[in-house]
């Protein structure tokens, strides 16, 4: 039976390049990995198949005498053929070059040595008033500290850690799974590469302690909730005398009793009364800077909308200050005497023909014509 082309098995034109042919290659590797089709024979050949192709095209040497001779330029078996494939031990290589990110490497060096301390996160609570402004917080936050006893070490003064004997101070060991092998973390030596025999009294071995530090945030004029603020340096320690991590400072704005905030614009709801609604008036409305006038013209509707210019927010990020958007809501007069209420029906009746409700006739028109179309 002829063998099927290298290339259709990849999917790959003849003049791929190698980025192009290693991504073809993981993608049906991951497609028809026997983990994940265990019951499935044909994934396990397409998978086998694929790993063939890749093997040989994925080496120059290789992928040059096949593309002059074919199969036969490749056929260990045949003169002149370089050999390898699949089951000629390369497989393990191969796969661990194309997966050693999610698998642990593939060749690469162990994990061993410093290592970088681990970022921090620190939800940042403000007011409106604070985030707009701008303002400075002083935070606790609980962290890993290097030990100054051992000088990060975790071993104690006058002994130093040994190389793990497991992994040879590389941090990981090769693990053999069935037909390939993968990397991983050395269980001696939990990644370190050395082992410490002699641990440090002060932070038990460790080489880090936990404590609790202050730290001043200054928060600039404009900021919203998501906004981050990165500390860099603050974050945990270091392991080995490795350099530390950062801290995030994650903002989050706490409601606000008469303001709601839309990126650069603020939002306030005004209560105003009948008549001022009927006949206009002026009304003193709040905003961050203090109290301004807003003019309130006759036959104004619930829910309109006036914009106060420059009221708003300057954001963060640079731009001029958005508005303050004033949405008046009409109240209806409550707790009314008995004289009130009859000057209300002696106004109702005053009021005839459509003239002074035109949302009501138009309302009432679209109800009819709905009942009309069912």
């Known amino acids: 039976m002829a063998q099927r082309d290298y290339y259709d098995i990849l999917g790959v034109s003849r003049d791929v390049d190698g980025k192009d042919l290693k991504k073809a290659y993981r993608k049906l590797a991951m497609k028809?990995?026997?983990?994940?089709?265990?019951?499935?024979?044909?994934?396990d050949a397409k998978f086998k198949e694929a790993t063939e192709a890749y093997e040989i095209l994925g080496d120059p040497q290789k992928r040059a005498a096949y593309d002059q001779y074919g199969h036969a330029g490749v056929d260990p078996n045949a003169a002149g053929g370089f050999g390898g494939g699949a089951g000629a031990g390369g497989f393990s290589d191969i796969?661990?070059?194309?997966?050693?990110?999610?698998?642990?490497?593939?060749?690469g060096g162990g994990r061993g040595?410093?290592?970088?301390?681990?970022?921090?996160?620190?939800t940042l609570d403000l007011t409106l008033e604070e985030a707009v402004r701008g303002v400075e917080k002083k935070i606790r936050i609980p962290t890993l500290v290097g030990c100054e006893t051992c000088d990060g070490s975790g071993a104690k003064p006058g002994t130093h850690p040994k190389t793990c004997g497991t992994c040879n101070g590389m941090g990981?060991?090769?693990?053999?799974?069935?037909f390939f092998s993968v990397q991983q973390t050395c269980p001696t030596c939990r990644g370190q590469g050395t082992i410490v025999e002699d641990p440090c009294n002060s932070c038990h071995g460790r080489g880090v302690k936990e404590e609790t530090k202050t730290l001043s945030v200054k928060i600039p004029a404009g900021v919203d909730t998501g906004d981050r603020i990165r500390l860099a340096g603050e974050g945990e320690a270091g392991s080995m005398g490795g350099p530390s991590g950062d801290l995030?400072?994650?903002?989050?704005?706490r409601d606000h009793a008469l303001f709601s905030r839309d990126g650069r614009n603020l939002y306030c709801d005004v209560p105003i009364s009948i008549v001022d609604a009927a006949l206009g008036g002026e009304l003193e409305v709040p905003?961050?800077?203090?109290r301004v006038k807003l003019k309130i013209p006759a036959e104004t509707?619930?829910?309109k909308m006036f914009r106060?210019?420059?009221?708003?927010?300057?954001?963060?990020?640079?731009?001029?200050?958005?508005?303050l958007m004033c949405r008046v809501q009409v109240e209806t007069p409550v707790n009314l005497t008995e004289q009130q209420k009859d000057l209300l029906r002696q106004f109702q009746e005053s009021l005839t023909g459509e003239k002074h409700s035109p949302q009501k006739k138009s309302w009432f028109e679209g109800v009819k014509k709905f009942f009309e179309e069912i």
């Open 32 to 43: 028809y990995h026997p983990d994940r089709n265990p019951d499935d024979k044909d994934a």
């Open 95 to 107: 796969f661990g070059d194309v997966f050693g990110d999610i698998f642990g490497g593939g060749g």
């Open 113 to 122: 040595g410093p290592q970088r301390g681990s970022d921090l996160r620190y």
């Open 172 to 178: 990981q060991v090769r693990m053999q799974q069935g």
């Open 248 to 253: 995030y400072v994650q903002v989050s704005v």
């Open 287 to 290: 905003t961050l800077d203090g």
């Open 301 to 303: 509707q619930s829910g």
């Open 308 to 323: 106060l210019r420059g009221k708003g927010v300057t954001p963060v990020r640079g731009g001029g200050a958005g508005d």
